[in-house]
């Protein structure tokens, strides 16, 4: 039986014809260290003009106020909907809401925002977080949740595939760029269109996310690598060593792309744990790429070395796994995390000799050796066992 506040939220969205549904994300709660808190909204075929009269425009920066009655009684904010289209923003969010809101916090991750426009400068808003309230919504109003994001739009849903939704995020992404942006800017696209359009996305454990993650930025990519480099490569070569050159500049900006994708996912899946740490600190000796907890106890002599983490970050391991010993020295037991599928037995055999162990996502596993002596952690069982040390 759906509640009052379910009921509620469907006569209102009924009586509008339109509304805008949201599941809500690490993102938007601010556990994932990109930009500020706050609801983003879509700008998907003409539904922003469901909530502002600013079209997405590149280049341009627009603030408008706005009333929102929320589900609890007698509450209502004075709330920000924002266009944000300078230098490598594109997005719209929902923002501005006072003290003590109960709607943002980590424990909001995953329920479903349901925004109802009254008219430009009004809306009412409900939080639903009961499973059986969201189905209810979901029959009554005829909208699926293939995506993060479902629209009733003139009385009907306007239903768009994951992979849809995605395809669109990562189109808009390269139709603005002019030049290959940094790897972080590349890593938090893919990240959002990861929270944004996979409805299940912020309930996957650690191991399943890093791996999707990691397959969306390379999606993301590919699609802009062919949008600007295209040009490039169907030039007319002045000799031989221009064409090398040019050759040498794609591969390489792929092998680093690759590496620094892993480092950017892998912090901002710890953030979304907690787990407290420093990527890449210089004040180390070895500039370790993941330190946990931090660096102030790192550099505390007095802060008991079993609870101090490091982790060598390495798309591929082969020779490369040995620099992660020359790293923060004060630490004898290091961790390597990977997406290698599969390691030599006799590579692995001088991991075990040298004091180091695996972080491999689960999926992976299953081409590893299972009678290895090296010990091999899921993202999952690293974490854990950080929690637990951290704890004691």
């Not at 849903?157 to 990562?170: S, V």
Request: hydrophobic share 40%.
């Amino acid at each position: 039986m759906a509640s009052p506040d379910c009921e509620a939220a469907i006569e209102a969205a009924r009586t509008s014809g339109n509304a805008l549904l949201k599941f809500i994300s690490p993102n938007d709660v601010g556990i994932t260290g990109t930009h500020q808190r706050g609801f983003y909204l879509p700008k998907r075929d003409g539904v922003w003009q469901l909530f502002t009269s600013q079209p997405p425009t590149r280049g341009m920066f627009n603030k408008r106020v706005v009333t929102i009655e929320w589900q609890i009684a007698a509450h209502a904010t004075r709330s920000a909907i924002t266009w944000y289209g300078e230098k490598t923003r594109s997005e719209y969010r929902l923002t501005r809401f006072g003290r003590d809101f109960p709607f943002l916090t980590r424990d909001s991750v995953g329920d479903l925002f349901v925004l109802v426009p009254l008219n430009l400068d009004s809306f009412r808003a409900f939080l639903l977080d009961l499973p059986d309230d969201i189905e209810e919504l979901q029959a009554a109003l005829g909208v699926r949740f293939g995506q993060g994001w479902a629209i009733y739009q003139n009385g009907a849903p306007l239903e768009e595939t994951e992979d849809e939704c995605i395809e669109r995020q990562f189109r808009a992404f390269v139709e603005q760029l002019t030049t290959f942006p940094s790897g972080e800017v590349f890593s938090t696209a893919a990240r959002r269109a990861a929270e944004d359009c996979l409805r299940e996305f912020a309930h996957q454990d650690l191991d399943s996310s890093l791996l999707k993650l990691m397959e969306c930025e390379y999606r993301l990519f590919r699609l802009a690598e062919r949008a600007l480099c295209t040009r490039e490569v169907q030039r007319v070569f002045a000799d031989v060593d221009d064409f090398l050159k040019t050759a040498s500049t794609i591969m390489n900006r792929r092998k680093s792309r690759a590496g620094r994708s892993l480092e950017n996912h892998v912090g901002a899946l710890f953030a979304r744990r907690g787990v407290p740490h420093a990527m890449r600190p210089p004040e180390i000796d070895g500039e370790p790429d993941v330190v946990i907890p931090s660096v102030a106890a790192y550099l505390d002599s007095t802060w008991p070395t079993e609870r101090l983490f490091v982790v060598g970050v390495k798309t591929t391991c082969k020779d490369r796994w040995r620099q992660v010993l020359n790293e923060a020295r004060r630490v004898q037991h290091k961790y390597i995390l990977t997406v290698q599928p599969g390691i030599s037995e006799k590579q692995l055999t001088e991991m075990y000799q040298a004091g180091v162990s695996l972080i491999v996502p689960k999926a992976l596993h299953r081409d590893y050796p299972a009678n290895t002596q090296v010990e091999i952690l899921t993202m999952e069982q690293f974490v854990a066992r950080v929690e637990n040390d951290l704890r004691r």
